[in-house]
């Protein structure tokens, strides 16, 4: 059972009563402030019910009063306490008033489940404010909300306690101006010596521990479970999360309890309440804490920059036997933090899931236009090779399979898809409907936040597909459209994320992306829904808030602010909005935004040459967080998007998606109605290119056997899931890795400087094997690019970073003297120092110095002058010469100390190369001269002239200065 709140305006009922359902049962009903009224029910699956404020009667059809319904709530007065009970648990409120530190907290008593008072103080609230004033909001059977306001010189503090009929659950906004603190010590009836949470992960065992006793791991290698944290000595815990989805040493729920106590032993836990009620709430909100004797929670409010303060949370009080069951299943807490915090029946009425208008335009094409997706569909039944490639993506094979059924049974399996799959990764309306209200709610692990957005913003692209589908029931019709209200419903509702008010909260939002993310899942349903009632306010804001995501990733060089993989994470659901607003005709962002068509250029400038690794398809370089098998995914959604608004740039885009290998994803919806596979290709023809905040990258050879690249990492609008990589240089010679990115992803995540080819500081841990992959000791603070200029094959690039009281230039050079014959050179000079200079070689482990050969762990020295180390590249079966090798020559002013090092990984790409590490004072000067595998120039010369650095090969000669600029001559 449950209070369910209706609207219900200016009605003249009873202050309390019954109603008759549509089931023929008399509903309790209270009537509510603000036009509501709320009824107690449940509503079993598969069920409706309906009430008619017409045949509202002020007593039961026994002559019952509704105060007799089973825990209706009740408020007396104890001296000057009110006390307010509901057969469950209760409360009690001061009604006199006090001033300064003798001014009564709001809470000065607390009923367990066992009839036990507890933290019956007197309670003080500490703050010098007066008060407090009492003012009744509701008054009962079904709900009784008293509020509580305190006044004081720095503002006002006001707390409003909720209790609900039937409901064992004390609910609680605090809202101050003031800054106040009060404790609430729940010993007595209780005698906790353990106690659970449920967060990210712990720093420690004592910390918060798993059931077998190891630290409390994160959530993605856990799974959902609790933190067990054992109450002994004088400790105060890290505050309870009001929502943060990454919250270390502590959770959104804390509970307490005797673990060697009987099955009827009190349990006392606090959760946090409705998440859109949050202002402010970085410094303040509630600690639990133990000591000898002694065990509660501490609440404080803090203002930290911020006029106001409020937050919204709860006092659980359970049975041990009953609502406390083993760490890795649903607790008795969860249950009512859904239903008071998160999706409950008062929320899933005003979803508004009934039938609503269709769209004028129809269902069926959401991203393209119809004609496009017919033609796709068309081919799907026609074209087996076609088939099989999409099929691989092995989500989506449910509606591919309808598309090629003519039949239309296949269209059952679709729907039940959407309507009632189960599972944690199902995405349908039953499985989200089960986390939320019989798991963990807003909080589950794989449906919150944009996890949910994802699932839910897929499954919408499914619901358009039946709904254009000729042999749709109209039952089922009805049903996957309730599911799409729902979705949508939930996606817009702050509760489940609160993103509507982000600039307020100063909630972690996590990463850049992520609120992304979930914006654009919310728009996905908002246009989608364009005909209902809930969303046809919220559209017409859409292609604003578009614009806005569009800006705020991507900067007026075209640069975006993500880690190459993660570029995906923001940029494909904004891509899909823009798609589906301009099939809407509410906005062309193609044709009117300049900065998508930088982005596209940006996005297609992070290709590779024709990867021997990976079938000679062009894939994208890692930088940050990233794998080294990234396709370029977008450039056929951007295609496909500027179709019809610049068809040269929609075919070059074309073209690099189809030299990607045609990929697809459906990770946010499957991109094989995104992508109109029938427009027109055409060589990308990508040169030198430069993008302030993020990168430059040199190009030569572009098309041919001989393609070479450099990228020089540097800008700092480049930000999401970024590494320790200001200043790192990657390289591609003659087609084939020279020098990479490890691009380990988590497994292990290697952000360190110490696996990069950057500068970093000496006193770190460089002569170390394998290399220190997580040591963060070496990240430079700021970076930009300084200098760029782009030749017919090749440029140069100069970039300035700063950091460790020094300022670091690094000049990249790519010269080419013959079509297979590339030459690069890097030049670094610093203030301060010493530092270490550092390569990743995609080489072999022996590498021939001047000393002779030397293998990772080994050092050398380099003497004053022209140091030549000769590298074996890593065999290349698939590469025209089976691979490269190169010349390395490092040009030194006085005796430098040099270091092989090694690092590794296995995820699904596995890498290895060695580092080459040189120690020096005085800067760094260095030339790289690739060649197929087994064939070295035999005429080649490099040398120091007076400060630049002359290098001769093919008849030709080049000046490199200290700022990266040649001719070649």
């Known amino acids: 059972m449950q209070i369910v709140v209706f609207g219900c305006g200016e009605v003249i009922l009873p202050k309390s009563g019954f109603l008759k359902c549509s089931t023929g049962d008399w509903t ?31 007593d039961g059809p026994g002559g019952e009063h509704p105060d007799v319904i089973p825990h209706a709530v009740r408020a007396t007065r104890q001296g000057t306490l009110l006390r307010i009970e509901n057969g469950l648990t209760g409360v009690l409120l001061p009604t006199g008033q006090g001033a300064g530190q003798h001014a009564p907290a709001p809470i000065q008593g607390i009923r367990y489940r066992d009839g036990t008072w507890t933290a019956t103080g007197p309670n003080a609230l500490r703050g010098g404010v007066t008060g407090p004033q009492v003012r009744w909001i509701e008054s009962g059977p079904l709900k009784v909300v008293v509020e509580l306001t305190y006044r004081g010189e720095s503002g006002l503090y006001t707390s409003t306690v909720e209790l609900q009929a039937g409901q064992p659950s004390i609910l609680i906004e605090e809202e101050a101006s003031a800054e106040v603190a009060y404790t609430l010590n729940v010993f007595e009836g209780l005698k906790p010596n353990e106690a659970r949470y449920e967060g990210h992960h712990s720093t420690s065992v004592e910390a918060g521990h798993e059931a077998d006793g190891r630290p409390y791991r994160p959530n993605h290698e856990r799974g959902n479970s609790e933190a067990i944290v054992d109450l002994v000595g004088s400790r105060t815990f890290p505050r309870m999360a009001g929502w943060d989805p990454w919250c270390v040493d502590t959770g959104y729920y804390w509970q307490m309890y005797d673990k060697d106590g009987p099955a009827g032993a009190n349990l006392f836990g606090v959760f946090a309440g409705r998440a859109s009620r949050l202002i402010g709430t970085r410094a303040s909100g509630v600690n639990v804490y133990c000591s000898p004797g002694a065990a509660g929670i ?15 949370w709860g006092i659980f009080l359970g049975v041990k036997g009953e609502d406390l069951t083993d760490p890795r299943r649903v607790q008795g807490i969860n249950r009512q933090i859904n239903l008071h915090a998160g999706i409950n029946l008062s929320k899933l009425a005003g979803y508004g899931l009934d039938d609503y208008p269709d769209p004028a335009r129809g269902y069926g094409a959401m991203y393209m236009p119809k004609e496009a997706l017919d033609a796709m569909v068309r081919r799907v039944r026609s074209d087996e090779a076609f088939y099989r490639r999409i099929y691989a993506d092995g989500y989506t094979r449910p509606l591919f399979d309808m598309w090629r059924d003519p039949s239309g049974k296949s269209l059952t399996n679709v729907v039940r898809s959407i309507v009632e799959a189960e599972g944690p990764h199902a995405g349908s309306g039953r499985s989200i409907l089960t986390a939320m209200v019989h798991e963990r709610g807003t909080h589950q692990f794989n449906t919150a936040y944009w996890k949910g957005a994802a699932q839910m913003a897929k499954k919408a692209l499914w619901i358009d597909q039946v709904l254009a589908h000729p042999g749709l029931s109209a039952k089922d019709r009805t049903r996957v459209k309730a599911v799409a209200a729902l979705f949508g419903g939930i996606l817009w509702d702050d509760d489940f994320t609160p993103i509507s008010n982000w600039r307020e909260h100063g909630l972690n939002l996590g990463t850049p992306n992520m609120p992304v993310q979930y914006a654009g899942g919310r728009y996905t349903l908002a246009l989608f829904l364009s005909e209902h009632p809930a969303m046809k306010a919220r559209l017409g804001a859409v292609p604003e808030h578009a614009r806005d995501q569009v800006h705020s990733q991507v900067n007026e060089s075209g640069a975006h602010m993500g880690g190459t993989h993660y570029i995906g994470a923001s940029a494909w659901p904004t891509i899909n909005t823009l798609l589906q607003l301009k099939q809407a005709g509410l906005l062309d962002a193609f044709k009117t935004e300049e900065r998508l068509a930088r982005f596209a250029e940006f996005y297609m400038q992070l290709a590779t040459p024709p990867e021997p690794r990976f079938a000679g398809r062009r894939m994208m370089i890692p930088t940050g967080d990233a794998e080294p098998d990234d396709v370029l995914l977008l450039c056929g959604m ?56 993020s990168m430059a990258v040199l190009r030569s050879g572009w098309g041919t056997k001989h393609e070479s690249a450099l990228w020089l990492i540097a800008g700092d609008h480049y930000r999401d899931h970024r590494h320790n990589d200001r200043g790192e240089v990657m390289i591609y010679a003659l087609s084939a890795p020279l020098s990479l990115d490890f691009g380990s992803m988590y497994s292990p995540r290697a952000p360190s400087a110490l696996v990069k080819s950057v500068l970093a500081p000496a006193d770190t841990k460089w002569r170390t094997v394998p290399a220190a992959f997580d040591d963060m000791s070496g990240n430079w603070d700021n970076s930009a690019l300084a200098d760029f200029k782009a030749g017919a094959n090749g440029g140069h690039a100069t970039a300035v970073m700063q950091g460790f009281g020094s300022q670091w230039t690094r000049a990249a050079s790519l010269a080419e003297f013959a079509p297979d014959r590339p030459v690069f050179a890097i030049q670094d000079r610093f203030t301060g120092g ?47 010469s089976r691979g490269i090798d190169w010349l390395l020559y490092l040009i030194c002013s006085q005796t430098q100390e040099g270091f092989l090092s090694q690092w590794s990984h296995r995820n699904h790409v596995p890498t290895r190369q060695v580092l ?43 000046r490199f200065d200290g700022e990266g600029t040649f001719a070649v001559r």
Not at 842 to 868: H, S, Y
């Open 834 to 880: 010493p530092f270490v200079w550092s390569i990743n070689l995609f080489c072999e482990d022996e590498i021939d110095t001047p000393e002779g050969q030397r293998r990772p762990g080994d050092g050398f020295a380099l003497k004053p002058g022209v140091n030549r180390l000769v590298c074996t590249g890593q065999a290349l079966p698939a590469h025209p």
């Open 298 to 312: 501490a609440v404080s409010y803090r203002r930290a920059h911020m006029p106001t303060v409020r937050l919204h």
């Open 916 to 958: 080459l590490r040189i120690k020096g004072s005085e800067g760094f000067r260095v030339v790289i001269v690739p060649y197929p595998k087994g064939q070295p120039p035999d005429d080649i010369q490099v040398r120091e002239e007076g400060g630049l650095t002359g290098v001769t090969l093919k008849g030709k000669t080049v």
């Open 28 to 58: 309790p009903f209270q009537l509510l402030s603000g036009g509501r009224v709320a009824v107690m029910t449940d509503l079993p699956a598969h069920a409706e019910k309906t009430w008619a404020l017409a045949d509202a009667k002020a």
């Open 638 to 693: 951007l295609g496909t998007g500027f179709a019809g608004t610049d068809a040269a740039l929609s075919a070059r885009l074309m073209g690099m998606w189809d030299r990607a290998g045609r990929p697809h994803d459906s990770f946010y919806g499957t991109t094989v109605v995104k992508v109109d596979e029938r427009l027109p290709t055409a060589d990308p023809a990508l040169g030198s290119a430069h993008f302030p905040g």
